[in-house]
């Protein structure tokens, strides 16, 4: 079945414009996370949403960072007045919300921000 | 607060040799771990999960072992193929928030 999918796969923006990345988790899967991969810092945890539950943002680094969930499916990351070091690989995963096996987290292929 | 360390950093092996990757984590209290691969400008493809209650998984050519109680766990690769190229990433599962933590990457490579 489709996989994780991530839209836009390369975005280059300028300094200080907002910009949008999107994923669609696979279908059923009711948890969502967003990841962030960058040359300094590893991947590290940004955001996750499960069901109608409020999301965890303890990983979001700044309020220019944003996320929503509607419909408890495709889900946006809003990163708004974009700095040089927001650049970085931005990843999102899903997983099931139950079961022995609820937990592994599948991944989509990334979207690659450049700020100019 | 988890924290995951992967050595050695980069591996070259040829062709054919059996290979160990490790994996370490602060934190015991785990849920699971995962063993990913990362190609050059891909995603993360999950190669083997281990729940906290487990000891070991086995996939193909690849074994994964899990002590919990020493936040240990490696990566075994039998047979090496040069296809087997690629950044080994292990992550643990932590907190009510399920989120991985991921160690810092061992970058394989098998010559021909």
């Known amino acids: 079945g489709a996989g994780v999918s991530q839209s836009p796969s390369n975005k280059v923006t300028e300094k200080g414009k907002d910009v949008e990345l999107r994923c669609d988790p696979i279908?059923?899967?009711?948890?969502l996370y967003w990841y962030r991969q960058s040359l300094g810092q590893g991947l590290e945890f940004l955001i996750y949403?499960?069901?109608?539950?409020?999301?965890?943002k303890s990983g979001l680094p700044s309020d220019r960072f944003s996320a929503e969930r509607t419909g408890g499916s495709v889900s946006t990351l809003t990163i708004q007045r974009t700095q040089q070091e927001d650049s970085a690989v931005y990843l999102c995963?899903?997983?099931?919300?139950?079961?022995?096996?609820?937990?592994?987290?599948?991944f989509g292929p990334g979207t690659r921000l450049t700020v100019t | 607060k988890q924290e995951v360390t992967q050595i050695p950093a980069a591996l070259s092996v040829p062709e054919g040799e059996n290979l160990v990757l490790n994996c370490s984590f602060t934190?015991?209290?785990?849920?699971?771990l995962q063993w990913f691969r990362q190609d050059p400008g891909k995603g993360l493809t999950s190669l083997l999960l281990?729940?906290?209650?487990?000891r070991e998984q086995t996939s193909g050519r690849l074994n994964a072992s899990l002590d919990k109680s020493s936040g240990r766990s490696t990566l075994y690769i039998a047979a090496s193929q040069p296809g087997d190229s690629a950044t080994y990433l292990c992550?643990?599962?932590?907190?009510?928030?399920?989120?991985?933590?991921f160690g810092t990457g061992t970058r394989l490579q098998v010559t021909l």
């Open positions: 995963a899903s997983s099931l919300g139950g079961g022995s096996k609820a937990y592994e987290q599948y």
């Open positions: 279908s059923g899967h009711t948890a």
């Open positions: 949403f499960q069901g109608n539950s409020a999301p965890d």
């Open positions: 934190d015991s209290a785990i849920y699971n």
């Open positions: 281990i729940q906290s209650s487990q």
């Open positions: 992550a643990v599962l932590t907190g009510t928030a399920s989120k991985l933590t």
